[in-house]
């Protein structure tokens, strides 16, 4: 694993035919917090309301921002790490990249060795079945005082995961399954490694 203060550098990719999976990531900014304002956080929201009142739900965002503040960053770094751990050796190669933006102040786990679509898909929405779904799932089984903790986790991670959720449609509607995807490109093995092992 590697920290990185600023973009990633472009991998050395050697793949045949090989394609960016996303051109211009400033434009899936713009569309995902579209997506997340309009789309994602009403439909987290009427699943929590059919169990839950509004005080439970919104009663992380009236906390103090002494509390608040802490609360988000600690899930912005949960939810990378959970990209992280999804990587291939669990995000300990040389590969795995644990990196911010400093003038978008994003945080980000990156990987640059190369995988298979199905791990990039995993990568991509492990942090949105772990963090969003099961705080929803286990609510009611938990003491009162804690649902408003989880639902701000589960909206806030819901949110977070827009991206995500788009990258992860654009692989499955663009890259083959066969496909080897190394950083941000995809492609497939050229004819000397053809005899390799694949990528998990």
């Given at each position: 694993?590697?920290f990185?203060?600023?973009?990633?550098?472009?991998?050395?990719?050697?793949?045949?035919?090989?394609?960016?999976?996303v051109?211009?990531?400033?434009?899936?900014?713009?569309?995902?917090?579209?997506?997340?304002?309009?789309?994602?956080?009403?439909?987290?929201?009427?699943?929590w309301?059919?169990?839950?009142?509004?005080?439970?739900?919104?009663?992380?965002?009236?906390?103090?921002?002494?509390?608040?503040?802490?609360?988000?960053?600690?899930?912005?770094?949960?939810?990378e790490?959970?990209?992280?751990?999804?990587?291939?050796?669990?995000?300990?190669?040389?590969?795995?990249?644990?990196g911010?933006?400093?003038?978008?102040?994003?945080?980000?786990?990156?990987?640059?060795?190369?995988?298979?679509?199905?791990?990039?898909?995993?990568?991509?929405?492990?942090?949105?079945?772990?963090?969003?779904?099961?705080?929803?799932?286990?609510?009611?089984?938990?003491?009162?005082?804690?649902?408003?903790?989880?639902?701000?986790?589960?909206?806030?991670?819901?949110?977070?995961?827009?991206?995500?959720m788009m990258?992860?449609?654009k692989?499955?509607?663009?890259?083959?399954?066969?496909?080897?995807?190394?950083?941000?490109?995809?492609?497939?093995?050229?004819?000397?490694?053809?005899?390799?092992?694949?990528?998990?």
């Amino acid at each position: 694993m590697r920290f990185k203060y600023g973009m990633p550098s472009e991998v050395d990719c050697h793949l045949e035919n090989k394609t960016k999976i996303v051109v211009d990531y400033s434009r899936v900014h713009v569309i995902g917090t579209v997506i997340a304002i309009f789309i994602v956080l009403p439909a987290i929201y009427i699943a929590w309301r059919s169990m839950w009142s509004n005080r439970d739900i919104f009663g992380v965002f009236d906390q103090p921002p002494e509390i608040f503040l802490p609360l988000t960053f600690s899930i912005v770094i949960l939810h990378e790490f959970i990209h992280l751990i999804a990587h291939p050796q669990a995000g300990m190669s040389n590969e795995s990249i644990v990196g911010m933006l400093p003038k978008r102040l994003v945080f980000y786990a990156a990987y640059q060795g190369e995988q298979s679509r199905r791990r990039l898909i995993i990568t991509l929405m492990s942090p949105l079945v772990l963090l969003t779904i099961p705080p929803f799932l286990i609510a009611p089984w938990v003491t009162p005082s804690v649902v408003p903790f989880l639902a701000g986790l589960s909206i806030l991670n819901g949110m977070a995961s827009t991206g995500d959720m788009m990258l992860t449609y654009k692989v499955i509607r663009e890259v083959p399954p066969d496909a080897i995807c190394h950083g941000e490109y995809f492609g497939f093995s050229t004819t000397n490694d053809h005899n390799s092992s694949k990528p998990t």
